[in-house]
């Protein structure tokens, strides 16, 4: 896989992994076009198409657009159960995802998809095993915050 | 708001989330985020140090900012402190921010790979992971540098954690594709390629895109890989879906592995142990008699993953292509998928179907479903499932159904989307020639691609319609009559003009005997188009009627009138003008017998291939065309005009596509044969040697040429590897030089590289590079390449140190003109001080500091040793960052040496 990205239907880009060295300015330009491309396909189309010289599978889960850019000898149908996974994953994780979980918690998102895909491959295809990885550093991260010191008012109203 | 349940719940950051998210414009958000900005700026710069869970807060914050899109340029640093937090939280955002927003600055890399090799020896496998995941996503060359040698002992020692060799692998993996040369696997090949083997599947599930990574390239080191995954796969497919507990998807038994698995086999040939293989067919026996079994869900994931594997090893079948009775199965399952309710299946079958179409098994088997295609070329909603329809329809066409695929794809055509049409138009072109068993269909078919899409047929196709008629004398009255009826038509395409001007100009004689399309009646529907026409064309006609004068004495005076009008003789084009003064003057002073031999009628043109196939040809095949490739090849076929165009007048009908494409050879397609034949001298690596001594020469889809070379006073040695990247041998492989060489090996096995010494002594200053000129055959074709040697008069150079007060004495000494060359240059690189520096030193002069009054230039000092002379030589560079421009300027005493160095650095910056 080459890159991953996530898009809301207005067009807004939520998430995006690339596995491939690319400059900045090549990125916006690819997300750009495939968004547009993308959100002007109608429902019942199918799932793939031809890009540039890669393949796109995407696949719609509410409001979100899931978007996947493949080469040539990789496999279509099991890109798009690796999206469907990875919401899998997502729900799992926050307790029925919505857009607005990943909006506000985009670090867990990455976490989550790094844990999952590794260079652009699959690395461990196990629900439990990806979640239990992240729940482990869940873990640490409680450990860690109760030796923190309080944080002042301030803080808590978001003025710092 | 959510809640935020799980997680540190930074609330800082997510009251600037909620902020930037109640923004009703984009210019509140800008706003937003420059105060955001402005306070995360003065927090880092602040006196009072930052506790880690502000600087983490902060971090975070501008990530965020980052991935809406907006330039980040500082909290680097930040990051790269949290990553030697002990708290992993920090730690784990440190990594992120570094992961998304790496910048090359050299001094940030040495700090962040100082912590990831902390991390990776900690032995806390959390912490090693996070700095796995690191390399994996940044997978730059300074970190391959540091880490490649130490990733595959993590990978396979004995006490790493499961979690760990996954990212271990795959971080390999990126490393491998970022920078092959130093991922050395050697000693660790065999237990690498036992990994699949391992106990625990998701490290199975990891290790093997690695594996196939490296089979790919190194196929003989990891064939022993076949047997493993062979096995690994029969206890996969033959187990009850329950067994393999979590890696089980929707009732489907590890479709990820699975996959990777039948993807892996693809690297190699079947099997030659007879009873892997026979396991290896009874798995894809089994996979495909699955297909026809009831599904155990009726989720679309439960379809989606059997399928995906059943594709797979569809793909595998096909690419072994040996076995008639599984390519024949499974064309019969794709072709239920052909008419199956879910579009991707659809679509993917038809995908499939084409590559199976050109198998001499499946190939019968694929025709029968010719009226599902063209049903499916009719019906589909989705543009994209047409297209492979018709890339489907174009490959299972042959002699016995291309009149009805031929007009099916015409009728296609009319109503055609605008972004496949120019394919579309090649593919009948291509199709009604190869197919074509009476030429007057053959003419039929191309005058109606011109006047249903005549905006798409490119010149190749109406010259190869015109080359055709004339080497055919059987077709050329049909041709004449067909084309002055379509000229009928009120409206007519312009590319309709040209072939019916160049045919009744050539053959409208054939038809003058009838009334209705007599001489005078032909020139009149000609001379009706010819204001609606642009100059191309009307140089055309005009051509058009001079024949017609010779062919029809009785429109002499009538031709003659047109040519003398103003509009003719005095129109503003050059081109026109000439023709018109030219055409007068012939037709006016010419006896009839000087005429006829002047406008005699067309040679037959060389038989050769056609111009259109080879511009839709590529490697993989028929019906794979994409659009972006069909650009490519015509790029490349414009180039290659451009160099064998002789002279305009030859131009006309394709004779300046240039010799004959030659018979291609097998497999690796005829793509590299007619590049070969037809570039002449092929220097796009020699300016890469310039500054430097060692690498790459010159690589295509057969040959990679590697040199090494080394140099002193005025001798040098060169090491040239040739490598042969095919699994066919290369025989009779010479090479020839214009200087003294060892011969090479003769014959170069697959996969082989053999290497060739070349010693090199320099007489005098020289401005041409040696020539080496390569033959061998491959697979019958004979290869003929010639390169030229980077050898270049700065190779030569001894570095002479010098202070300023010696360098400026003696750069005015060299103050005659002709000493002097200069050149102005816009910079073609980034202009980086210490890539410049690292340029001119593989130059071979010496850098002089401290000698330009403005620290911005560069000056160099050297003497070229040559055995006749020596050249002292001085180089100064001055860039002007602001307008990414330089100024280069060279002293020697001798002044072909100026001008010789100015040259070949003007294509270094």
């Known amino acids: 896989m080459q890159f991953m990205l996530l898009f809301s239907r207005q067009g807004k880009l939520r998430l995006q992994k690339w596995y491939v060295p690319l400059c900045d300015k090549e990125k916006k330009k690819i997300t750009r076009e495939l968004v547009q491309t993308v959100l002007a396909r109608k429902p019942k189309m199918c799932s793939f198409l031809e890009w540039r010289d890669l393949k796109i599978v995407y696949k719609r889960y509410a409001s979100l657009y899931f978007c996947c850019a493949i080469e040539d000898q990789d496999n279509e149908l099991i890109t798009l159960e690796i999206i469907h996974r990875y919401v899998e994953l997502l729900d799992k994780y926050f307790g029925s995802v919505c857009e607005l979980d990943i909006i506000f918690n985009f670090e867990k998102a990455y976490f989550i998809l790094d844990e999952f895909l590794l260079g652009g491959e699959a690395q461990e295809t196990s629900k439990k095993n990806v979640l239990k990885a992240i729940e482990q550093a869940d873990l640490l991260q409680e450990d860690a915050k109760e030796a923190e010191t309080p944080r002042s008012v301030l803080e808590e109203i978001g003025l710092t | ?909």
């Open chain 2, 1 to 909: 708001m959510p809640a935020v349940s799980k997680g540190d719940g930074m609330r800082g950051l997510a009251v600037f989330i909620s902020d930037i998210r109640n923004c009703k414009s984009k210019e509140a958000e800008i706003k937003r985020i420059n105060k955001e900005l402005a306070n995360i700026r003065s927090k880092f710069k602040g006196d009072k140090a930052l506790d880690g869970y502000s600087k983490k807060k902060y971090v975070c914050k501008l990530l965020f900012i980052f991935l809406l899109g907006h330039d980040i340029d500082f909290g680097h640093m930040e990051a790269v402190n949290l990553l030697s937090s002990n708290k992993y939280t920090e730690k784990q955002i440190g990594y992120l921010f570094i992961s998304v927003l790496v910048n090359s600055n050299s001094e940030l890399i040495r700090l962040i790979n100082n912590a990831i090799k902390n991390d990776l020896s900690s032995r806390n496998p959390t912490f090693m992971c996070l700095a796995l995941h690191c390399i994996a996503n940044v997978g730059s060359r300074e970190m391959a540098e540091a880490f490649a040698g130490e990733i595959p002992r993590i990978l396979v020692a004995g006490d790493t954690m499961d979690s760990v060799k996954q990212s271990a692998a795959l971080c390999l993996l990126r490393l491998y594709k970022t920078s092959p040369d130093l991922v050395l696997m050697g000693e660790w090949t065999s237990r690498v390629v036992h990994l699949l083997n391992d106990q625990h599947m998701g490290v199975v599930t990891a290790a093997i895109s690695l594996i196939t990574c490296l089979s790919q390239k190194n196929p003989d080191e990891f064939k022993t890989c076949v047997s493993l995954a062979v096995s690994r796969l029969s206890r996969i497919v033959s187990s009850a879906s329950t067994d393999l507990q979590d890696y089980t998807y929707y009732f489907v038994p590890a479709p990820w592995l699975s996959c990777k698995l039948l993807r892996l086999l693809q690297c190699y040939p079947p099997p030659e142990d007879g009873a892997v293989k026979g396991r290896l067919v009874e798995c894809l026996e089994t996979i495909l008699n699955k297909a026809q079994e009831p599904p155990k869900s009726k989720k679309v994931q439960h379809s989606n993953a059997k399928n995906a594997i059943l594709f797979e090893a569809i793909s595998l079948i096909i690419h072994y292509d040996s076995e008639p009775n599984l390519l024949v199965r499974a064309c019969n399952q794709l072709g239920q998928f052909l008419q199956h309710r879910e579009t991707n299946l659809r679509y993917l079958a038809l995908e499939s179907m084409c590559t199976l179409a050109s198998s001499e098994f499946s190939h019968e088997a694929v025709k029968t479903h010719i009226e599902t295609v063209i049903n499916a070329l009719k019906t589909e909603r989705d543009v994209s499932v047409r297209q492979r329809a018709a890339d489907l329809l174009y490959a299972m066409c042959d002699r016995s159904n291309a009149k009805q695929i031929v007009a099916e794809m015409l009728s296609y055509l009319e109503t055609a989307d605008y972004s496949i049409r120019e394919e579309m138009v090649l593919k009948v072109a291509i199709l009604a020639e190869k197919y074509a068993v009476d030429y007057s269909w053959y003419v039929d078919t191309i005058l109606n691609l011109i006047r249903i899409a005549g905006d798409y047929v490119s010149e190749e196709v109406w010259y190869r319609v015109i080359q055709i008629v004339i080497n055919r004398d059987d077709v050329q009255g049909y041709a004449a009559k067909t084309v002055f009826e379509a000229l009928q038509a009120p409206a007519c395409h312009e590319n309709m003009v040209k072939v019916g001007g160049y045919i009744l100009g050539e053959f409208g004689n054939l038809i003058a005997g009838d009334p209705r399309s007599s001489p005078l009646v032909q020139f009149n529907l000609l001379h009706s188009k010819f204001h609606l026409c642009s100059v191309p064309t009307r140089a055309l006609l005009l051509s058009a009627y001079i024949k017609f004068i010779n062919l029809f004495p009785e429109t002499k005076s009538t031709i003659q009138e047109v040519l003398r009008s103003d509009s003719q003789i005095r129109n503003s084009d050059v081109e026109l003008q000439q023709r018109a003064v030219e055409y007068l003057k012939l037709s006016s002073i010419a006896s009839t017998d000087v005429l006829a031999t002047v406008l005699e009628e067309m040679p037959p043109f060389p038989e050769r291939e056609s111009s259109i196939l080879a511009k839709l040809k590529k490697k993989k095949g028929p019906g794979a065309v994409s659009n972006h490739l069909l650009k490519t090849r015509k790029a490349c076929l414009t180039d290659i005009k451009g160099i064998s165009t002789p002279s305009p007048s030859a131009d006309l009908l394709g004779l300046r596509a240039g010799p004959p494409v030659t018979a291609a050879a097998p497999s690796a397609g005829s793509l590299l044969v007619d590049v070969f034949s037809e570039a002449g001298v092929n220097d796009d690596g020699f300016l890469r040697f310039v500054c430097k001594n060692n690498g790459v020469l010159f690589e295509n889809q057969l040959l990679q040429i590697g040199i090494k070379s080394e140099y002193r006073q005025n001798l040098g040695r060169m090491y040239l590897f040739y490598g042969n990247k095919t699994s066919v041998q290369f025989v009779t492989f010479t090479t020839t030089l214009n200087v003294q060489a060892k011969p090479v090996e003769p014959l170069i096995e697959g996969g082989a590289q053999v290497q060739q010494v070349i010693n090199i002594e320099c007489l005098t200053d020289f401005s041409d590079a040696p020539l080496l000129n390569i033959k061998f055959r491959y697979g019958g074709a004979l290869q003929n390449l010639t390169l030229k040697l980077p050898v270049t008069i700065n190779k030569f150079f001894q570095p002479t140190e010098m202070a300023s007060h010696d360098f400026f004495q003696r750069w005015k000494q060299l103050s005659l003109p002709q000493q002097e060359a200069q050149k102005i240059f816009k910079a073609n690189h980034a202009m980086d001080t210490e890539v410049l520096k690292a340029k001119l030193l593989g130059l071979g002069m010496a850098l002089l500091e401290n000698v330009d009054p403005n620290p911005e230039n560069f000056v160099c000092a050297g003497v070229i040793q040559t055995k006749a002379q020596q050249v002292g030589s001085l180089l100064r560079l001055e860039p002007n960052a602001q307008a990414q421009m330089y100024r280069l300027t060279v002293r020697s005493s001798k002044d072909t040496v100026s001008k010789r160095l100015c040259e070949l650095l003007a294509e270094q910056f």
